[in-house]
């Protein structure tokens, strides 16, 4: 990701909150992530009351790395330190590559766990949602990387990347608080869409700003060209 304005004729106070809007995003990103797995990861954890396989710990830690490495690349970019930020991007792949072996393993190893509790066929449903999210994380990743190139889709691609994670840190809220008692096990499949749809309120929120950004580059460019005809 580089920064948004590059154009030095744009005013300082301008040009800064649009160059850091990534960043700020990501930042949000790394911030939602924590925040749900807490009550059921990260709290537990700390009280030593978690009991999880080396599996899932490995798991959490790649995907904890990835929102630090995230918003670190993403300050990289926006404050003009490009050189390391592609220095670094080998990082993002070799990460990239290992969460999704470990999320196919992590899915695997929930099939398991419903199998040995007696709800095998709730397992291998549910294991379509995990399944499908790393999927579909490595296939944006991969089109960011062969568009580094061209910094305004990369940039756009890696934020959806980072967004399409954060569905199953807001699952963790609503089965926290909202989820009814019931026995152990995966919870059917469609319980999972209106937590989706809470990650994906940070897609709206980039696509308002782009939106918004356009329209500001459009009045001052007919502006300036308004400006040079009065010359």
């Known amino acids: ?32 992530a924590f925040l749900g797995f807490a009550p059921t990861y990260w709290v537990p954890l700390t009280q030593r009351t978690f009991s999880g396989s080396p599996v899932v710990h ?38 990239a590559t290992a969460m999704t072996i470990f999320g196919f393993l992590v899915s695997v190893h929930v099939m ?36 580094t190139r061209r910094p305004e889709i990369h940039k756009r691609l890696m934020l959806l990347a980072g967004i399409s994670l954060l569905d199953a840190a807001v699952a963790r809220w609503f089965l926290t608080f909202l989820a009814p008692p019931g026995p152990p096990g ?26 918004g950004g356009r329209a500001a580059a459009r009045i001052r460019s007919t502006s300036m060209a308004a400006s040079r005809c009065w010359r």
Do not use: E, K
């Not at 005013?11 to 790394?30: D, N």
């Not at 790649?62 to 991007?89: I, N």
């Open 58 to 95: 490995f798991h959490g830690f790649l995907f904890f790395t990835w929102t630090v490495y995230f918003a670190f690349q993403s300050w990289l970019a926006a404050s003009g330190h490009v050189v390391w930020h592609r220095s670094l991007g080998i990082v993002g792949v070799s990460l």
């Open 186 to 211: 995966p919870p059917p499949v469609p319980v999972t869409v209106p937590p989706a749809i809470v990650a994906y309120l940070l897609l709206v929120v980039a696509i308002v700003h782009d939106r």
């Open 112 to 147: 398991q766990r419903s199998a040995a509790i007696g709800q095998a066929d709730a397992g291998v449903a549910f294991s379509i949602v995990p399944l499908s999210g790393i999927f579909f994380f490595a296939v944006v990743f991969t089109l960011a990387i062969a568009n």
């Open 1 to 32: 990701m580089t920064a948004l304005i590059d154009d030095r004729r744009v005013h300082p106070a301008v040009a800064a909150p649009t160059r850091y809007f990534y960043f700020y995003m990501a930042l949000a990103c790394a911030a939602v």
